[in-house]
């Protein structure tokens, strides 16, 4: 289940009926697909996502020095810049941006948010890193209804 979820709300048990438990995925088998960068969440969410999201610059670095692809996609479209932007990791976003992420990535298929669109959603717009991406010459445009 993704980490943004409240293990037991009503969403989380949404989640599960449509994605199924993963609970069948051994430890060992988790991590491997962890070394290897892989797809661990049924969602498409990637180790990589998972620290981008959570502002772990270490597992971050981790992730990419053993092969995660910065611009790799959830089901969604997000990929981690999206979620060190949601969630305001400025460090996260400095370090994904310098490793190739793609500033101005949109969600759902080229049909939604970029990060900076995201970011202002979730923290407004006098957020750090709001005020980053901006500094960054990053576009904010937002999903397409």
């Given at each position: 289940?993704?980490?943004?979820?409240?293990k037991g709300s009503e969403e989380a048990q949404r989640w599960l009926s449509?994605?199924?438990?993963h609970e069948a995925d051994t430890a060992s088998e988790r991590a491997a697909?962890?070394?290897?960068?892989?797809?661990?969440?049924?969602?498409?969410?990637?180790?990589?996502?998972?620290?981008?999201?959570?502002?772990?610059?270490?597992?971050?670095?981790?992730?990419?020095?053993?092969?995660?692809?910065?611009?790799?996609?959830?089901?969604?479209?997000?990929?981690?810049?999206?979620?060190?932007?949601?969630?305001g990791h400025v460090e996260v976003a400095e370090l994904l941006k310098e490793?190739?992420?793609?500033?101005?990535?949109?969600?759902?298929?080229?049909?939604?948010?970029?990060?900076?669109?995201?970011?202002?959603?979730?923290?407004?717009?006098?957020?750090?890193?709001?005020?980053?991406?901006?500094?960054?010459?990053?576009?904010?445009?937002?999903?397409?209804?």
């Amino acid at each position: 289940m993704p980490a943004y979820l409240v293990k037991g709300s009503e969403e989380a048990q949404r989640w599960l009926s449509t994605h199924g438990s993963h609970e069948a995925d051994t430890a060992s088998e988790r991590a491997a697909k962890r070394e290897r960068g892989g797809k661990v969440f049924g969602t498409g969410t990637t180790q990589l996502h998972s620290a981008a999201q959570q502002g772990d610059v270490d597992a971050v670095l981790d992730a990419i020095e053993g092969g995660a692809d910065v611009h790799a996609k959830d089901n969604n479209g997000w990929q981690p810049l999206h979620e060190a932007a949601r969630a305001g990791h400025v460090e996260v976003a400095e370090l994904l941006k310098e490793k190739g992420a793609d500033m101005n990535g949109r969600t759902n298929k080229g049909r939604g948010g970029t990060p900076l669109w995201l970011a202002r959603q979730s923290l407004g717009d006098e957020h750090r890193i709001v005020e980053w991406f901006e500094a960054m010459g990053a576009l904010d445009i937002g999903a397409e209804l």
